[in-house]
């Protein structure tokens, strides 16, 4: 059965730290990639999406995310963390047949201190 | 634009009772979806509907879960009769079915307490 998995369930930065948060999926065809962000009060929203060509992708508000195929992974990365980043970051596959069917990680809790 | 709507925000039920919620999408979206998120998990697809047909209700417990997209626009979920394992927040999203570039929008949620 088709299964990602977020390495860390809270991460804890201060301001200005760098940020690298583990996705590791397990499909076996090919499959579209995603983060979701959900800010304190707010709704889920797309980060960062990635279906084909430059492994490296950029979302909004400084993030990025790098597909290693080999390695199964879409690690979410941002070199510094601001307070207003303090949310919770979900990781989500989709088999390229159906892109809508997320299957979703388990989340990462951000706490960003000021 | 208006955002996907849901509602009621909360419920409070107990066990063997029944429960609805309604979801109204990002207007012109053809494909609505449920998902219901139990504390500490990610999101988990219920049921997906193209206009108002079902494209996949795999992991939706048939015998207690309805869901109807009737009109091929808002759409309502019910559990019947309701368990304690159902507390969650229920998530309705939408989207508009581009070719390339699939990205869903989601409501706040139904946030449901089974006691």
């Known amino acids: 059965a088709q299964s990602v998995s977020q390495h860390n369930h809270h991460v804890i930065l201060s301001e200005a730290a760098s940020l690298e948060l583990g996705c590791n999926y397990s499909y076996g065809g090919t499959v579209n990639l995603f983060w979701y962000v959900q800010y304190p009060g707010q709704h889920l929203q797309l980060l960062l999406k990635y279906f084909s060509g430059d492994p490296l992708v950029k979302g909004i508000k400084g993030f990025e995310a790098e597909f290693i195929k080999s390695k199964f992974s879409f690690n979410l990365r941002k070199p510094s963390v601001q307070w207003s980043d303090t949310a919770e970051y979900f990781c989500?596959?989709?088999?390229?047949?159906?892109?809508?069917?997320?299957?979703f990680g388990q989340g990462t809790t951000l706490q960003v201190k000021p | 634009e208006a955002g996907v709507a849901q509602s009621p925000r909360y419920k409070i039920i107990e066990k063997r009772q029944s429960v609805a919620f309604w979801c109204n999408p990002i207007s012109g979206h053809a494909t609505l979806y449920w998902y219901q998120q139990i504390l500490g998990q990610g999101p988990k697809l219920l049921i997906q509907f193209q206009n108002n047909g079902v494209v996949d209700d795999s992991q939706l417990p048939k015998d207690r879960f309805s869901a109807e997209r009737l009109k091929g626009v808002d759409s309502t979920l019910k559990i019947q009769p309701a368990k304690l394992e159902d507390s969650a927040v229920y998530l309705c999203?939408?989207?508009?079915?581009?070719?390339?570039?699939?990205?869903?929008?989601f409501g706040s949620g139904t946030q449901l307490s089974v006691l």
């Open positions: 989500a596959v989709t088999p390229s047949g159906n892109t809508g069917k997320l299957i």
């Open positions: 999203a939408s989207s508009s079915r581009g070719p390339t570039n699939e990205k869903l929008f």
